[in-house]
C-alpha cells in the first residue's frame, strides 16, 4: 500500500532516498521514489495535536498512532475530505476507548 511505502521511506535519509534513486534501474521503483519525494510525504492529516487535547486526550504516544493512521487513510484513498477524517477519527476514538 502507499502508506506503507510512505513510511518506510520517510525513515531513510533524503540523501539516501536520492542516492538510490539516481542508481536505480528499475523504473517502477524509479516512479515510486519519484511519487514520494514529490507528492506521499506531503500529504498530511488535517487534524493535529490541538484538535486531539481538544478531544480530551491526553498528550503521548497515543497522539504518534492516531495522526499516523489518519494520514495512512488519506493516502491509501480511504479518505478523501476532512469530513470523512473526522468520522475516522471518531471511530478510532471509539474502537480504542481513549
Given at each position: 500500500s502507499i502508506s506503507k511505502i510512505t513510511a518506510f521511506l520517510d525513515e531513510l535519509p533524503a540523501l539516501?532516498?536520492?542516492g538510490v534513486f539516481l542508481a536505480c534501474e528499475d523504473t517502477k521503483l524509479a516512479g515510486l521514489l519519484k511519487l514520494h519525494t514529490q507528492q506521499w510525504r506531503k500529504i498530511k492529516p488535517s487534524i493535529d495535536g490541538q484538535v486531539l487535547r481538544e478531544r480530551g486526550l491526553a498528550p503521548g504516544p497515543?497522539?504518534?498512532e492516531i495522526l499516523n493512521?489518519?494520514?495512512a487513510a488519506w493516502l491509501d484513498g480511504e479518505i478523501q475530505t476532512p469530513a470523512q477524517e473526522e468520522a475516522l477519527l471518531d471511530a478510532i476514538l471509539s474502537e480504542s476507548r481513549i
Open positions: 539516501a532516498r536520492y497515543v497522539y504518534k493512521r489518519l494520514r
